[in-house]
């Protein structure tokens, strides 16, 4: 069964500077989705990036960027710049690609940012 | 505001009785999937209905069931309820089977007491 991993359950940053948070999973299959989504103080899951595994190149969306390493199967996504809103929980997850999107989900990472 | 709307925010009931939770999914959206957030079991993957039939199915008890309507809503039923099944349930929407991102709604809030 595929598994995803967050070891950081709490992270901090001064606004302005750069974080990253770490993931990552295991599973048997080579063609799948890895995904980060955040959940700020309104419980919403709002998804910051996606990842596809068969592309080499990292996602990025403006101030967020992962950083992909399939054979280590590592995914951890970087923050600049960090803001006050991107105060949340971080929860990385997974899915196969080609299937539904069965998500699993790791233990999520509780991000503060400190003015 | 994701589009995916849930009904109620807030839900709270006795052990053994039975609730409904309802889905409206983002307009154009024929993936309906349900998902249970709670303290010891984190985030879970339960069950993907698309256009009106099940497609996957993850942990999902037997006391609980779900269904997509024909203009596309969906309801999760959970039945003889536990202290257990508080939770925060989460409903996402995908315009397709399973390949565009998930859209989520702002979940229903379960206390069970």
């Known amino acids: 069964a595929q598994t995803v991993t967050q070891s950081q359950p709490e992270m901090s940053v001064q606004e302005a500077e750069t974080v990253t948070l770490s993931c990552t999973y295991d599973?048997?299959?080579?063609?799948?989705?890895l995904f980060w989504y955040k959940q700020p103080p309104s419980r919403q899951m709002i998804l910051v990036i996606r990842?596809?595994?068969?592309?080499?190149q990292n996602a990025t969306e403006n101030r967020f960027s992962v950083n992909f390493q399939k054979a280590a199967k590592s995914f951890s996504l970087k923050i600049s710049d960090s803001q006050l809103g991107d105060a949340a929980m971080y929860f990385c997850?997974?899915?196969?690609?080609?299937?539904?999107?069965?998500?699993?989900f790791g233990q999520g990472t509780r991000l503060t940012i400190n003015p | 505001d994701s589009g995916v709307t849930q009904t109620p925010k807030h839900l709270i009931t006795a052990t053994g009785q039975r609730v409904t939770l309802r889905c409206s999914p983002r307009?154009?959206?024929?993936?309906v999937y349900w998902y249970q957030q709670s303290l010891d079991q984190g985030l879970q993957f339960l069950i993907q209905?698309?256009?009106?039939?099940?497609?996957a199915k993850g942990n999902i008890l037997e006391r609980f069931s779900a269904q997509q309507f024909p203009d596309l809503h969906s309801e999760l039923n959970l039945s003889s309820l536990e202290l257990g099944d508080s939770a925060l349930y989460f409903c996402?929407?995908?315009?397709?089977?399973?390949?565009?991102?998930?859209?989520f709604g702002n979940g229903t809030r379960l206390t069970v007491t």
């Open positions: 996402a929407s995908s315009v397709d089977r399973g390949e565009s991102p998930l859209h």
């Open positions: 599973t048997s299959e080579s063609d799948y989705y």
């Open positions: 990842q596809e595994a068969y592309k080499q």
């Open positions: 997850a997974y899915s196969f690609r080609g299937g539904a999107q069965k998500l699993v």
């Open positions: 307009s154009g959206d024929l993936s």
């Open positions: 209905y698309y256009n009106g039939e099940e497609r």
